[in-house]
């Protein structure tokens, strides 16, 4: 399936990846949930996220942070402050401090408070999706705030293809625990 396009491809896609990432996650074992994550052995896997992210908590407070970020942003702007997707001082290149602080300030949230606030969270993204026609979403320049990109994007962005992010990522962790 492609990248969405349309609001309804949209909720399906971020639908969808969210009941399978919350399958794997149901089907997780207690070993699972309890091995640190670890992917140092694969030279593969070089992105920050492999070294910064190391359990289930931490997958669902970067998707919980990140739905924050879109809620505020797009709120923000709808209310006439302008504000950039990512807050100051981070931009796309530096993002990925900003997921170290994302990760530093939930050190001590409990795994069930994490799960809590991310399905809090999505479903509050998706109801805000919902408020938005398919013009609003996928057409470019439907808001100066969006930049190039379009609103949909931000929203494909944060939901769909995060939610795929954390299933590759809860499957390369289940790999390793198997060869344990």
């Not at 924050?68 to 990925?96: C, E, H, M, S």
């Not at 954390?166 to 060869?179: D, F, P, V």
Request: aromatic residues 14%; positive net charge.
């Amino acid at each position: 399936m492609g990248r969405p396009t349309t609001k309804t491809a949209l909720l399906t896609a971020a639908t969808a990846n969210y009941e399978k990432l919350n399958a794997l996650v149901s089907g997780l074992t207690e070993q699972e949930l309890r091995t640190p994550f670890d992917f140092s052995g694969d030279e593969k896997k070089k992105e920050a996220h492999w070294k910064r992210d190391q359990n289930l908590r931490d997958i669902f407070i970067h998707l919980y942070e990140w739905h924050q970020l879109l809620i505020n942003w797009v709120r923000a702007n709808q209310n006439g402050d302008p504000k950039p997707f990512l807050p100051a001082p981070y931009n796309w290149r530096t993002y990925g401090q900003m997921n170290q602080a994302f990760w530093e300030k939930h050190q001590a949230t409990s795994l069930d408070d994490a799960k809590f606030m991310f399905q809090t969270s999505h479903a509050e993204v998706m109801k805000l999706a919902d408020c938005f026609s398919d013009q609003e979403l996928f057409c470019k320049g439907a808001y100066p705030w969006t930049g190039g990109s379009t609103l949909g994007s931000y929203f494909v962005s944060t939901t769909a293809s995060h939610y795929d992010w954390a299933i590759k990522k809860l499957k390369a962790h289940r790999k390793n625990c198997a060869r344990i």
